[in-house]
């Protein structure tokens, strides 16, 4: 029954299955609470509510595989992060996959040489959707240090990134960190920066 309009909405209860829209009046009425209001919010308190596309969110950010590919000095803090000091098996990804169609995230650990710009989107085309890029290191995210035509300025100019790290080399604390913001992203329903960049063009 939908609660009737002469009831002030602010006295309304605030449990959660009425936030989650179930428009009973006997939910919504705030007195004189009944045995079958009781017995509801005891179900409220023993069940977990969620939405579809929160529950895969959640799934997606718990079993993130990335794909294993090093280019330099960074790829080394980032080998560093599943030993048992960093331990990011914590996350779900104890598993760097050495098939691109098994991973669904990239971490471009160092420079980028042009002539390995081709093998780098080869390997980001063969991964499945969807899928996530963090650019790891000054080298990655801008050319760092080497501003001359051998290194590709930004690894963004070939693969759409998600998350940029900072540093020179970047600790693993600040790998973990970046990978920490971008759950935190697909948690809150950002998409993933292909699709954004796609929707853009
Ligand atoms: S950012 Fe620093 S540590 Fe990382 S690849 Fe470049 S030079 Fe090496």
């Given at each position: 029954?939908?609660?009737?309009?002469?009831?002030?909405?602010?006295?309304?209860?605030?449990?959660?299955?009425?936030?989650?829209?179930?428009?009973?009046?006997?939910?919504?009425?705030?007195?004189?609470?009944?045995?079958?209001?009781?017995?509801?919010?005891?179900?409220?308190?023993?069940?977990?509510?969620?939405?579809?596309?929160?529950?895969?969110?959640?799934?997606?950010?718990?079993?993130?595989?990335?794909?294993?590919?090093?280019?330099?000095?960074?790829?080394?803090?980032?080998?560093?992060?599943?030993?048992?000091?960093?331990d990011i098996a914590r996350f779900g990804?104890?598993?760097?996959?050495?098939?691109?169609?098994?991973?669904?995230?990239?971490?471009?650990?160092?420079?980028?040489?042009?002539?390995?710009?081709?093998?780098?989107?080869?390997?980001?085309?063969?991964?499945?959707?969807?899928?996530?890029?963090?650019?790891?290191?000054?080298?990655?995210?801008?050319?760092?240090?080497?501003?001359?035509?051998?290194?590709?300025?930004?690894?963004?100019?070939?693969?759409?990134?998600?998350?940029?790290?900072?540093?020179?080399?970047?600790?693993?604390?600040?790998?973990?960190?970046?990978?920490?913001?971008?759950?935190?992203?697909?948690?809150?329903?950002?998409?993933?920066?292909?699709?954004?960049?796609?929707?853009?063009?």
């Amino acid at each position: 029954m939908a609660l009737d309009k002469s009831v002030d909405q602010s006295r309304a209860s605030k449990r959660p299955l009425a936030q989650a829209g179930l428009q009973s009046e006997r939910l919504l009425w705030p007195a004189k609470k009944g045995v079958f209001e009781e017995e509801v919010e005891q179900m409220e308190d023993a069940l977990g509510l969620t939405t579809l596309e929160k529950a895969v969110a959640w799934a997606q950010t718990k079993s993130m595989w990335p794909a294993t590919f090093g280019l330099a000095c960074c790829a080394i803090e980032m080998m560093s992060i599943v030993s048992s000091r960093y331990d990011i098996a914590r996350f779900g990804m104890e598993k760097f996959s050495s098939s691109p169609r098994q991973a669904d995230l990239m971490i471009v650990s160092g420079r980028v040489a042009h002539k390995m710009a081709a093998p780098l989107r080869q390997v980001y085309d063969q991964m499945l959707e969807p899928k996530w890029v963090i650019a790891m290191g000054a080298c990655a995210s801008s050319g760092g240090m080497f501003n001359n035509y051998t290194i590709l300025q930004g690894v963004d100019k070939i693969v759409p990134v998600d998350i940029h790290v900072p540093g020179c080399p970047p600790r693993p604390e600040a790998l973990m960190e970046g990978i920490v913001r971008l759950h935190e992203k697909i948690m809150a329903g950002v998409p993933p920066a292909y699709q954004i960049r796609g929707a853009a063009s």
